[in-house]
C-alpha cells in the first residue's frame, strides 16, 4: 500500500510537471538572439537605430538591383534596421503579397545579419475563413475560429506552420541562424485587420498570440524576439496593455504611428511614446516606433524638424519607416535621390544620435 502511494505520489507530481510546462520553459534561444536581446536592451545608450521596410528588395524606379538601397543612395549607408513582410508565405506560395520572392526576401535578410543590422518582420497574412486579405474585416468570428475547437483551427496551424518553415530557414552558409524581430498581429488597436479591436475580445486576441508563440517555439524556431505593436488608439498604459500577451511573451514594444496632419502627429506621437517609455521602463523592454511616417514626405524639412525633436528625448532602439512601393504611386517613406527631403535627411543621418549599418557597426550580435 505504501509502495503504491508512493508510485502514485510520484506520478502525479510528474505530470504536474509535464502539464505545467510553461512557454517560456520551452524556449531556447540560439546564442545570437540572446545576444542581440542583450544588445537591444543597451542600445539606447548609444542612439536610435534608422529602419526601412523592404529597403534592400526595391524603391523609387527600380527593383532587385543587387546592393541598392534608396536610403544608401541618399546618405550612403544603408539603414541599421530592414523590415520586411511575409504575407502569403501562409499560402505556400513562393512570392509575398508585395509580390517579392521569399528566396529572394532570406538572402536580404541573411545579408542584412551578415553585414551586422537588425531584422524584423511583419506578417499581411490574408483571411483564413473569408479568403480575403488581412484587411478583409468582413467577418468579426474570425480570430476566434482559428482558435483550439474553431473551424479553422487545423488549417491556421498548417499556416503557422509555413511561418516556422520560413524561419527555421535563414541561416548562413555556417548554419547560424539569423535572430530576427517578428512582429505578429499588428496594429490590432485599429479595426482594418481582421485581427483588430473590434473582430476579437481581449482574450481571443491574447489567445491567437500564445498559440502562434506556443506553435512556433514547437516547430524549433528558436531565432526569434518578439515585437508587440499597437497603433496609436491606446490613451494610456492601461489601455495599451489590454491586449498585452504577457512580459515573458514579448521582448520589445512599440506602436505604429503615421502622419496625416502634423497637428495629429504630434500629439498621437507624444501620447505613445510616453507610453511605451513608462512601460518599457517599469518592464525593461525596449521600445520602438515599429512603424511610421509620413506618405510621399511631402514636408522638406520632415526628418530634422518633425521626427528627430519627437525621437531625440526617448531611450528608443529604433524607428523603422514604411516602404518605398515601386508599384503604387506616391506610396514612400524614405527618401530618394532628388526627393524634396533628401537633403534633410542628409542632416538627420549626420545626428550623432541617429544610428545607421556603419554606426551599429556589428555591436548588435557581440
Ligand atoms: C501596407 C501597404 C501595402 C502592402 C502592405 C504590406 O502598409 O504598403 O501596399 O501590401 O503594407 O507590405
Redesign the pocket.
Known amino acids: 500500500m505504501k509502495n503504491l502511494n508512493w508510485i502514485a505520489i510520484i506520478f502525479i507530481i510528474t505530470l504536474g510537471i509535464t502539464s505545467c510546462k510553461s512557454h517560456t520553459e520551452n524556449l531556447e534561444r540560439t546564442p545570437e538572439t540572446q545576444v542581440l536581446l542583450a544588445n537591444l536592451q543597451q542600445m539606447p545608450a548609444n542612439g536610435v537605430m534608422f529602419g526601412h ?2 529597403d534592400p528588395l526595391y524603391g523609387i524606379g527600380w527593383e532587385g538591383d543587387p546592393g541598392r538601397s534608396d536610403v544608401k543612395s541618399v546618405c550612403g549607408d544603408y539603414p541599421a534596421v530592414m523590415s520586411f ?1 511575409i ?1 502569403h508565405i501562409e499560402l505556400g506560395s513562393n512570392q ?3 509580390k517579392i520572392s521569399f528566396d529572394k526576401i532570406r538572402k536580404e535578410i541573411i545579408s542584412q545579419y551578415q553585414r551586422g543590422g537588425l531584422n524584423t518582420i ?1 506578417w ?1 497574412l490574408d483571411n483564413p475563413a473569408t479568403g480575403g486579405d488581412s484587411w478583409d474585416v468582413s467577418d468579426s468570428t474570425v480570430v476566434a475560429s482559428v482558435l483550439p475547437g474553431g473551424a479553422n483551427h487545423e488549417k491556421f496551424i498548417g499556416w503557422i506552420d509555413c511561418v516556422a518553415d520560413f524561419m527555421n530557414s535563414l541561416t548562413t552558409t555556417d548554419g547560424t541562424k539569423v535572430p530576427v524581430l517578428f512582429r505578429p498581429w499588428h496594429e490590432h488597436t485599429g479595426s482594418w485587420f481582421w485581427w483588430g479591436q473590434d473582430l476579437c475580445t481581449d482574450q481571443e486576441y491574447k489567445d491567437l498570440w500564445m498559440m502562434t508563440y506556443d506553435r512556433l517555439n514547437e516547430k524549433g524556431v528558436n531565432n526569434l524576439l518578439y515585437a508587440y505593436s499597437p497603433g496609436i488608439e491606446p490613451m494610456d498604459t492601461t489601455q495599451y496593455l489590454a491586449r498585452y500577451p504577457g512580459h515573458d511573451v514579448v521582448d520589445l514594444i512599440g506602436f505604429d504611428a503615421y502622419e496625416y496632419s502634423r497637428d495629429q502627429y504630434l500629439e498621437s506621437m507624444a501620447r505613445s511614446l510616453a507610453i511605451v517609455d513608462s512601460i518599457g521602463r517599469a518592464h525593461n523592454k525596449p521600445i520602438a516606433i515599429t512603424e511610421t511616417g509620413f506618405e510621399a514626405i511631402p514636408d522638406a524639412d520632415w526628418w530634422t524638424e518633425t521626427l528627430y525633436p519627437l525621437i531625440k528625448n526617448y531611450p528608443m532602439t529604433y524607428v523603422l519607416v ?2 518605398n ?1 515601386r508599384e ?1 504611386d506616391n ?1 514612400y517613406y524614405a527618401p530618394y535621390p532628388g526627393q524634396i527631403s533628401a537633403d534633410n535627411f542628409v542632416q538627420f543621418y549626420n545626428k550623432p544620435e541617429v544610428l545607421f549599418l556603419n554606426d551599429v557597426d556589428g555591436k548588435l550580435y557581440q
Open positions: 521596410h523592404d513582410d504575407g509575398s503579397l508585395d511583419s499581411h514604411w516602404r512601393a503604387k506610396h
